[in-house]
């Protein structure tokens, strides 16, 4: 198949889950095997609060989720960066903080190191919170902008 009629299939996929969140698994899923991801997550990451909610994810670990609920969302040094993107954005973790620097923080180092998530790629969907569909992945942020103004419209 094509990249074209894959990325395509993809993004009819994500339509269908905006209409029916019931099918958000099977499509993260899809997401997963097309851009060879760890994991995909739809969540939202409230950057004032310091809390995220995770509403559908594939691939993840369920203990690290909860850790991440729980501890990691209120010191992701990422978080602070992601008010200086725009909506539409796709972007890697590096391109928020230095990679070497990331790799300092507790959080690299007690929830991102043990997953072997050395890199991901993420996107912002909307003005007041950071709904983020995100790959913990070698995926290419040309690859996740043809999706993103799908998943846009889907937090």
């Known amino acids: ?16 889950a905006a209409l029916d969140p019931a099918l958000w698994p099977l499509v993260l899923e ?24 995770f509403y559908f994810s594939y691939g993840d670990d369920p203990y690290f989720t909860r850790l991440y609920l729980e501890k990691y969302a209120r010191i992701n040094p990422l978080a602070p960066h992601f008010l200086v993107t725009n909506v539409g954005d796709v972007f890697r973790a590096g391109e928020l903080i230095p990679y070497e620097e990331l790799k300092e923080t507790q959080f690299f180092k007690e929830w991102l190191q043990p997953q072997q998530y050395t890199e991901f790629v993420a996107t912002r969907s909307t003005n007041r919170r950071r709904v983020s569909p995100s790959f913990p992945s070698p995926a290419t942020s040309r690859r996740v902008s043809w999706t993103t103004p799908r998943l846009s419209g889907c937090g």
């Open 1 to 16: 198949m094509s990249d074209l009629i894959a990325v395509s299939d993809l993004i009819g996929d994500i339509y269908d």
């Open 30 to 53: 899809r997401i997963v095997q097309y851009f060879k991801a760890a994991a995909a997550v739809l969540y939202v990451q409230d950057i004032h609060l310091r809390e995220g909610q």
